[in-house]
């Protein structure tokens, strides 16, 4: 059980270095203009995910703002939509509009990204139970 659950980590975080690596080549191909409490955090941000370091803890607060800049950002083009595209799938929408096809998008990269770093803690904290057991047998 526990090499099934390393095999499964090790390609969570080959995915999550993948995805962290396309949620900042997005991010900077859509051009979003960061808000001040983003600003100072992004940069550090985008490099780390660039450079294949998806998993640092102290992103969860840039993560989070950026989460929060793709909502403003479509709900501008489009009122609430934002807020939709971040509590459902949104891949089967179609949207001719190509600033707000590719804002959805980056909701959807970044629900992905999100989504496989929590899944990584998951196993993470699987692993550390799984030598708890086996100490105390």
């Not at 900042?24 to 979003?32: L, R």
């Not at 660039?50 to 102290?58: F, H, Y």
């Not at 993560?63 to 929060?68: G, T």
């Not at 909701?107 to 196993?123: C, V």
Request: charged share 30%; proline share 4%; no cysteine.
């Amino acid at each position: 059980m526990a090499q099934d659950i390393n095999g499964q980590l090790e390609q969570a975080v080959l995915s999550s270095i993948k995805q962290g690596r396309w949620l900042a080549e997005e991010w900077e191909e859509i051009g979003i203009y960061p808000g001040k409490r983003l600003q100072a955090l992004l940069p550090q941000l985008l490099q780390r995910l660039k450079d294949g370091e998806p998993l640092a803890v102290n992103d969860e607060d840039a993560l989070d703002l950026m989460a929060e800049e793709i909502v403003d950002a479509l709900n501008e083009l489009k009122p609430k939509y934002g807020d939709l595209a971040m509590r459902i799938d949104t891949s089967e929408h179609l949207i001719f509009d190509q600033p707000r096809e590719q804002l959805r998008r980056l909701a959807e990269r970044w629900k992905s990204f999100q989504g496989l770093r929590r899944h990584i803690r998951d196993l993470q904290a699987a692993i550390r139970q799984l030598k708890l057991v086996h100490r105390r047998a």
